[in-house]
């Protein structure tokens, strides 16, 4: 599976993890993802291969998400209107396109979260820093899974790791988030980019 695919199926910043938290329970980390209506952030990517990517996200719930990858990448991944989009700047070729519900990442941008659902969450667990939530599509897990961490005391979606259909894993780690801003939908619009990339 494409490398950029598979960030889709967010080292760390050395976030300053508060001590001793305590598991945060499903309904609370559904709650806090379904209140998530815009975010901003920066973030740091470490691929499968070890490579490390930086660049700037921007979710828009439900369904949209935008990454914008830093030079020398300059890449952009583009999920709307149910699909993904990944453009590769040293490719003239239009963006390869894969329906939303085959990634991982559909499960948080769903329009309404529900952790407890049967067979969605395949591991729940709390390290004395952060909870730890392994989810996948309980219809099919053979799209691989999503691992959220989060922080307590407010409730923080700190970083997630994706595990694609073949194992291969990737990290994204989020920055500090700007929440609740407004969002134009050309950041989601992947036909306008194409069109846009012409030029």
Known sequence: MNRRLALLAPLA???????????????????????????????????SDGTISTGKIYIKRPGRVRFEYGPPDRSLVIAGSNTVAIFDNKSNQPP?????????????????????RAKMVVGHSEDGTSTRVRAQDPEHPEYGSIELVFTAKPVELRQWIITDDLGAQ?????????????????LFDISAEIEARKK
């Open 96 to 116: 390869e396109q894969y329906p939303l519900k085959r990634t991982p990442l559909n499960l948080i941008l769903a329009a309404n979260v529900d952790l407890s």
């Open 170 to 186: 990737t990290t994204v780690i989020l920055g500090e988030m700007k929440k609740g801003g407004q969002m134009g939908t050309r």
């Open 13 to 47: 910043f050395l976030l300053p993890f508060p001590a001793a938290a305590e598991k945060l329970p499903l309904k609370d980390i559904s709650a806090y993802l379904n209140s998530l209506t815009t975010v901003e952030a920066d973030f740091t990517q470490v691929n």
